[in-house]
């Protein structure tokens, strides 16, 4: 072990990483596959049975998190024996349902985990391992790149000649991210109304969409995660931590932003097929601004556990903390498994191991 010592949906806040103000983006997708393999002790203690292994490895993620755990599983695939299947969560999919119940690894924002996995008793632990940041981001190309830094930049998205996109809100996580920043650029920096006119710029169905846009010109600056900036080579400001969903220390602050969620719920095959059959009744959410930070674990009903712990193993080895980086991310360091029943071929490779706190893993209520 490193060391040991122990003690939806409120934001499917699905994170990325972040640091720095200037700087030099992977997008949304499907499902991808890629092959690997594993083997390790259990050490699930409490845990279901074992059960027998079905020869593939499932890990289930989100966008931001997508490109370099598919890297990940390319290079474990490469030293083992065992398919790996990364499943890729459709942006605003956590809101609304969990994630599929077979399952081996789920490696999801942290609001996810506590909402879904550990208020339901699907896990017991959380390993919090990366975190992101909202920025501004442009290319060399832009009109006035030049000119951006943090003292310009809401004169820059003021002008009526300044192209700004943001992704949309209620179909892109990035999009709720987005909102929550301008809400708190507006109220620290004291400037009554700068959330309704940052907000008024175009929106796009996706992270991919959005920087294909700024990419082929149409747009001149976007908000995204400093993750993407980084990934795709763009320049990028870091509006400070007290804006960008970025610190820990500001997670109260964050909590003052919030927006509405509209989810119209997908009929049913047979619905489908009534033309009579009434409309499925839209349903909101209203969700709060955290800090910006991705976790994994292994769910109780995983039917590969040895693989499955053999992965985190190596995600969490120098190799696979060198693909993280690559991958643009921010990785948290020291990093702390918190829960119980942590395996011990995972608690290993922590610094320490905490107990959860009270009523953390407690599931927000749904409002209307």
């Known amino acids: ?21 200037d700087g030099r983006a ?26 027998a292994s ?66 339901t008793d699907r896990a017991s632990w959380s390993f919090p391992f990366a975190r992101n940041r909202v920025v501004l981001a442009w290319t060399d190309s832009s009109r006035r790149a030049a000119d951006i830094d943090s003292a310009s930049w809401r004169r820059i998205l003021a002008r009526r000649t300044t192209r700004t996109g943001r992704a949309d809100p209620q179909v892109s996580v990035l999009g709720v991210h987005t909102l929550f920043a301008m809400q708190l650029a507006e109220q620290h920096l004291a400037d009554g109304g700068l959330a309704t006119r940052l ?15 700024l990419l082929s010109n149409e747009l001149d600056v976007i908000w995204t995660y400093e993750s993407a900036a ?16 970025g610190d820990d220390a500001e997670a109260n602050s964050y909590g003052a932003a919030s927006t509405l969620i509209v989810h119209v719920p997908p009929r049913d095959s047979a619905a489908a097929r009534d ?49 993280l980086r690559g991958g643009a991310f921010d990785v948290i360091d020291p990093l702390v498994v918190v829960g119980t029943g942590v395996p011990t071929a995972v608690a290993v490779m922590a610094d320490s191991v905490a107990q959860l706190l ?7 209520a749904r409002r209307p």
């Open 275 to 323: 033309s009579t059959a009434p409309a499925p009744v839209p349903d909101s959410l209203r969700v709060r601004g955290v800090p910006l930070r991705y976790a994994l674990t292994i769910p109780r009903q995983s039917l590969n556990l040895a693989e499955a712990e053999r992965f985190v193993r190596f995600l969490f080895s120098p190799d696979g903390q060198r693909i």
């Open 199 to 213: 907000g008024a710029a175009p929106t796009y169905p996706s992270t991919d969409s959005l920087l294909a846009a």
């Open 1 to 21: 072990m490193r060391s040991t010592v122990c003690p939806a949906v409120a934001l499917l806040v699905m994170a990325a990483c972040g640091a720095g103000a």
């Open 54 to 119: 079905d020869g593939m490895l499932i890990v289930v993620t989100m966008s931001p998190l997508t490109h370099a755990l598919r890297m990940a599983a390319d290079s474990f695939s490469a030293r083992e024996a065992v398919r790996v299947v990364l499943d890729t969560l459709p942006s605003l999919a956590p809101l609304t349902r969990a994630p599929r119940e077979d399952a081996d690894i789920i490696a999801v924002s942290t609001t996810v985990l506590r909402t879904r996995f550990l208020a």
């Open 230 to 245: 980084r990934a795709a080579g763009l320049r990028w400001l870091n509006l400070g931590n007290r804006v960008d969903l």
């Open 358 to 364: 009270p009523d953390s893993t407690r599931a927000p």
């Open 26 to 51: 992977a997008g949304d997708s499907g499902r991808a596959g890629a092959d690997s393999a594993a083997t390790s002790d259990s050490g699930r203690g409490a845990f279901a049975p074992r059960l």
